[in-house]
């Protein structure tokens, strides 16, 4: 049996730095990853034309400092998200092209949409990110739904029809799935609902030569043997002396344990003695989103020749987010595209045939037949991934932040919390996991010391 000082549970982006922080202080460490990879929620694919695709998170952008300061220390390189030209919206059949904040919106619509988001913005501003629960009127905010909220807010239709695709679009999950303190909270941890939403500027403003899954890949190399896979915890035993943890085909001790996975998953491990009332029963309400994702390859990025950035959004249809995702050398063209929330539950019980038609069908009608004949069409769905069961993070319903909120990071004896959906910053983003897992280090480091 290994005996180390500290055991990480998970290798993604928290695990990971979570580990190198504690190696990095002169401590001994032990990295359990259930997948036969590390990276997590980030993953490499190439198309058939070996071009390399992100199937998991890939942009990072502005006040992200954790993951750029990572990225940089590590020897990679990024490059700007293509953002020249035009954008499209589609909605009630018609097709608008814009190239200014409206959304291609009537400007009535508009109008209405920018006095909500201007609303959020200022409540959201409100909330302090380390302690959500104690945000004034926060238990009001926590009692609703975003969805009820929108509704309570505006009699504008398609103002409405608008958030309820942007809120999918950022959580993979619906509108009436997540309390209204929960998105103020997210926005503020985002820095803004621009920042959230935006390309230049915003989150989706950079990505990583190679794909965002080198940052695991060489955080696991410094680390070498300390990080086993295919190790799938099933117990954690703790207690005055020390932790244990159990998993397939063996055992690791140590004085403290860091959980580096996501909510859902952590609460499917079995503790010795059981986890508190509150912190078990967090993790019994922190689902993860829905989505599927596709990259779909084309000889070139004909949209641009069109005057077109390949950004769309649509409230017609249920793939309605897609982006310009081309190489950074220009080899060729990639469109990638989404389907979010229940449009992926829904999709999750089609054939990969009736997918790619579906994708297909919505991709001629925004940029014309020419979309009709890609070499290639890669999708990746994250819900049924044993070992993440859902993307982009954890949400938390209506009640659930002011019931459970601070069991969210909060130390349990020995046992310790880290992955993205337990940052105050950037929660639920890679540079939020990279954080959290320098968090729960520090956590830990204090302690032995």
């Not at 949409?113 to 238990?139: D, M, N, Q």
């Amino acid at each position: 049996m290994v005996d180390v000082d500290v055991v990480v549970v998970g290798a993604g982006l928290a695990g990971l730095s979570a580990a190198r922080a504690v190696e990095a202080a002169g401590r001994t460490v032990t990295v359990l990853e259930a997948r036969d990879r590390v990276a997590g929620r980030t993953l490499g694919g190439a198309l058939s034309n070996g071009v390399h695709v992100e199937l998991g998170g890939q942009w990072v952008g502005p006040t992200q400092d954790a993951v750029l300061a990572l990225i940089d220390d590590l020897g990679l390189e990024t490059f700007p998200t293509y953002d020249e030209g035009a954008a499209l919206t589609f909605f009630d059949g018609q097709r608008s092209r814009y190239r200014d904040e409206s959304f291609g919106l009537p400007q009535k619509t508009a109008e209405e949409v920018g006095r909500l988001w201007t609303k959020i913005e200022e409540i959201a501003a409100t909330v302090p990110p380390e302690s959500p629960w104690e945000t004034t009127h926060g238990t009001d905010f926590d009692r609703q739904t975003l969805d009820g909220w929108l509704c309570a807010n505006t009699d504008d239709g398609l103002a409405l029809r608008f958030f309820r695709v942007l809120v999918p679009a950022v959580f993979s999950a619906e509108s009436p799935e997540l309390s209204l303190l929960h998105f103020l909270f997210y926005v503020r941890s985002g820095t803004s609902l621009e920042t959230l939403v935006a390309t230049t500027g915003g989150a989706q403003e950079r990505r990583v030569v190679g794909g965002t899954h080198l940052i695991s890949e060489r955080l696991a190399e410094d680390l070498g043997a300390r990080v086993r896979l295919e190790s799938v915890v099933r117990t954690i035993t703790h207690d005055s002396d020390g932790v244990r943890v159990d998993f397939e085909d063996g055992s690791v001790t140590g004085q403290r344990v860091i959980v580096a996975i996501p909510q859902t998953l952590a609460g499917r491990v079995r503790y010795v003695p059981p986890l508190p009332s509150r912190r078990d029963a967090l993790t019994q309400q922190f689902p993860a989103g829905s989505v599927i994702k596709f990259h779909v390859g084309y000889e070139t990025p004909f949209w641009r020749e069109e005057g077109l950035n390949g950004f769309v959004l649509s409230l017609d249809d249920d793939f309605n987010v897609v982006l310009d995702n081309s190489p950074h050398d220009g080899s060729c063209g990639v469109l990638v595209g989404f389907l979010e929330g229940t449009h992926a539950r829904d999709a999750a019980e089609m054939t990969s045939d009736q997918r790619r038609d579906l994708v297909l069908r919505a991709l001629v009608k925004y940029f014309g037949p020419q979309a009709a004949h890609p070499f290639d069409i890669q999708e990746q769905d994250w819900m049924s991934e044993e070992f993440t069961r859902g993307c982009y993070g954890g949400r938390l319903g209506a009640g659930v932040w002011t019931e459970y909120g601070k069991a969210v990071a909060a130390p349990v004896g020995r046992i310790h919390w880290a992955g993205a959906e337990t940052s105050d910053i950037w929660n639920g983003y890679m540079d939020g996991a990279i954080r959290s897992g320098t968090r729960a280090a520090n956590e830990v480091l204090h302690e032995l010391s």
